[in-house]
């Protein structure tokens, strides 16, 4: 049964990445296929390397982000031994566990007891770690850590292909608003000039000006002059005493 939880777990895995989904819905399942391929475990949770600083970016269960937060706000556990030292580790007893001297006791005051974290590596770097913990003592034994570190092997690669798409995202998203602000700008810079008469050069000098004297962006400056014209021309166009035309600020 236990392998046979392994298998569905990784065909769910491989599929993952195949749909349009948000990356951290693609993390929690992540997760939640841990849980269902490892015995004994009741949550689990995926640690990722940003910047190498670990955080704990999502979780199938409350108490997990929890325990993590602990782990992070201490600067001591078993996630963070295991992406320095890219060896799992485990233990059934938190509560006495020399290893995290303040960590241990504290979980285990809050009924966690059994831990089991596995590194996410690839060939060239540690992606994470992969934190599956149980109330029960003793919960994770020999079986459960080879399975763990099988699913860890294939999870490894999802979350790196998740990491890729989310940065993908994020540039995307960077791209297209420096598009967009450089549009605007360039439709704020056409109204100065058709107004004033000056150059692309002078023209840009107001809203510069007004950027660092009012410590706002210049796309943000344009935004606001775009939007003004826009509504003049609309007040100038509408039927006759329908709309009262704003003052030119000017």
Known sequence: MDDDDLAASLTGLSGLLTGLRPVRETLIQIAEFAVQAIPGAEGAGLTMLEDNRAQ??????????VVDDVQYRL???P???????RRTQSSGSLGGETRWPRFGPRVGRMGV?????LPLLLPDRVVGA?????????????NAIRIGELFAQPAAVSVRNAQVLAQAQRLAAQLQEALTSRA??????????????SGPEE????PRAMSQSQHLKVAQLSRVLVDEAVHRARARQAPEGRTTPHPDPR
């Open 56 to 65: 704990t970016v999502v979780a199938s269960a409350e108490f997990v982000q």
């Open 75 to 77: 600067g001591e556990g």
């Open 79 to 85: 996630s963070l031994l295991a992406v320095q030292s």
């Open 113 to 117: 007891h059994s831990v089991l974290s």
């Open 130 to 142: 992969m934190n599956v913990y149980a109330h029960a003592k003793d919960a994770f034994g020999p």
């Open 184 to 197: 605007v700008i360039d439709q704020a810079l056409g109204i100065i000039m058709s107004r004033t008469g």
């Open 203 to 206: 023209a840009f000098e107001r």
